[in-house]
């Protein structure tokens, strides 16, 4: 059987109590789409000012994906890459945040995706989370943003707020 190739989008996530943003820019090497400081005044993906600050510091990074058409693939390259970074990312878990890719799938019908264990024990030692969404292709990609927060005005999910 063919493999059927669908669109994604991958984004790196780091939410903690209080980490300043630019020690993760720092300490990765990549730039953030979104960034910002527990503390901050909240707003808009334009600019905009909204009531209150943000309860918990949070950076993205969105992927290049330019050439990319296999999810498995990428994502145990990616883990390759994230390794050498092991050290931060359990400094974040041990004090009180959370690491996460972000996984946007495109689908005109049903999806189905072997994750082999090795990358989720990859993950796990890393202390990386792994979110898989999936969305009906009819739900143009270019109408959605490439992460759950990302829409003008949103509010962190319960789980961006309060990570279990």
């Known amino acids: 059987?063919?493999?059927?190739?669908?669109?994604?989008?991958?984004?790196?996530?780091?939410v903690h109590p209080d980490v300043d943003p630019e020690s993760i820019t720092a300490a990765l090497g990549v730039a953030p789409k979104?960034?910002?400081?527990?503390?901050?005044?909240r707003r808009r993906l334009d600019g905009k000012l909204l009531?209150?600050?943000?309860?918990?510091s949070?950076?993205?990074?969105?992927?290049?994906?330019?050439?990319?058409?296999?999810?498995?693939?990428?994502?145990?390259e990616l883990l390759r890459r994230l390794e050498i970074h092991?050290?931060?990312f359990k400094r974040i878990s041990a004090s009180g945040g959370r690491t996460e890719l972000f996984c946007g799938i495109y689908a005109e019908s049903g999806w189905d995706e072997v994750i082999p264990h090795r990358l989720f024990a990859g993950l796990g030692e890393l202390k990386v989370d792994l979110r898989l969404d999936g969305y009906p292709k009819a739900h143009e990609k270019a109408d959605r943003p490439p992460f759950p927060s990302s829409r003008p005005g949103a509010q962190p999910s319960r789980r961006e707020q309060n990570p279990a």
């Open 1 to 14: 059987m063919a493999r059927v190739v669908r669109p994604f989008e991958v984004s790196l996530h780091v």
């Open 34 to 41: 979104i960034q910002y400081r527990a503390g901050d005044r």
């Open 51 to 56: 009531d209150g600050v943000y309860s918990r």
């Open 58 to 76: 949070h950076w993205v990074h969105s992927m290049d994906l330019s050439g990319v058409t296999d999810l498995v693939s990428f994502l145990e």
């Open 86 to 88: 092991g050290e931060l």
